[in-house]
């Protein structure tokens, strides 16, 4: 097959002269709920059309290597004293796979157990390309089954205003577990 993005001839759906040109994680952070960090490993605009595959089939490609690239690297140099959970935000299953669920199991880590179909959401509204203003009026509604373990990784694909993250993150929260931190692929405040 060829790459996609420099048409090369290629075992995966990017080459590996590619990916470490263009999909090296850097890390960029910010803070929601007035404290919880956010780490992103891309700016938004580096990876736009790789993120808008995750509607298509070859999304579960894309994101597999997106994911190897940054949360596996990221997993594989995380050291914490207690083994800790990993738990991705709404990891339904659409189009054959779940966007989510590939970068939480890339946490897999000697202190790090990712966990599936923790965290849903009672709606199926879609924040994509809506205003600050609509997330706010129309919440996710999050359903936490819990976690046998304290403390909580949360994962998602993008952050964007925030809002998605913060209200999972006070889900969990409001069931006795703390969210150290949050992952994402990339922040769209970065183009």
Same mark, same amino acid.
Not at 11 to 26: A, G, M, N, R, Y
Not at 35 to 51: A, H, P, Q, T
Not at 54 to 67: C, F, Q, T, V
């Given at each position: 097959?060829?790459?996609?993005?420099?048409?090369?001839?290629?075992?995966?759906?990017?080459?590996?002269?590619?990916?470490?040109?263009?999909?090296?994680?850097?890390?960029?952070?910010?803070?929601?709920?007035?404290?919880?960090?956010?780490?992103?490993?891309?700016?938004?605009?580096?990876?736009?059309?790789?993120?808008?595959?995750?509607?298509?089939?070859?999304?579960?490609?894309?994101?597999?290597?997106?994911?190897?690239?940054?949360?596996?690297?990221?997993?594989?140099?995380?050291?914490?004293?207690?083994?800790?959970?990993?738990?991705?935000?709404?990891?339904?299953?659409?189009?054959?796979?779940?966007?989510? *669920?590939?970068?939480?199991?890339?946490?897999?880590?000697?202190?790090?157990?990712?966990?599936?179909?923790?965290?849903? *959401?009672?709606?199926?509204?879609?924040?994509?390309?809506?205003?600050?203003?609509?997330?706010?009026?129309?919440?996710?509604?999050?359903?936490?089954?819990?976690?046998?373990?304290?403390?909580?990784?949360?994962?998602?694909?993008?952050?964007?205003?925030?809002?998605?993250?913060?209200?999972?993150?006070?889900?969990?929260?409001?069931?006795?577990?703390?969210?150290?931190?949050?992952?994402?692929? *990339?922040?769209?405040?970065?183009?």
């Amino acid at each position: 097959m060829k790459c996609l993005l420099c048409e090369s001839l290629s075992l995966e759906h990017i080459c590996s002269s590619c990916q470490k040109t263009f999909l090296s994680p850097s890390i960029y952070k910010r803070k929601i709920v007035g404290k919880i960090e956010v780490i992103s490993f891309y700016r938004y605009g580096e990876i736009k059309k790789l993120l808008h595959t995750k509607h298509k089939d070859i999304g579960y490609y894309i994101y597999s290597i997106l994911a190897k690239n940054s949360f596996k690297k990221f997993a594989q140099n995380f050291n914490y004293s207690d083994t800790l959970s990993s738990i991705a935000i709404d990891d339904n299953i659409k189009n054959g796979y779940s966007h989510t *669920a590939i970068l939480n199991k890339a946490l897999k880590s000697k202190c790090i157990k990712p966990e599936f179909s923790s965290l849903r *959401a009672n709606n199926d509204i879609s924040y994509s390309g809506k205003s600050k203003e609509f997330r706010v009026l129309n919440p996710r509604d999050f359903h936490f089954k819990g976690s046998g373990l304290k403390d909580i990784i949360l994962v998602d694909d993008i952050i964007t205003t925030g809002s998605t993250l913060s209200q999972a993150s006070q889900t969990i929260q409001n069931s006795n577990r703390e969210v150290l931190f949050c992952l994402t692929l *990339a922040d769209a405040r970065l183009k």
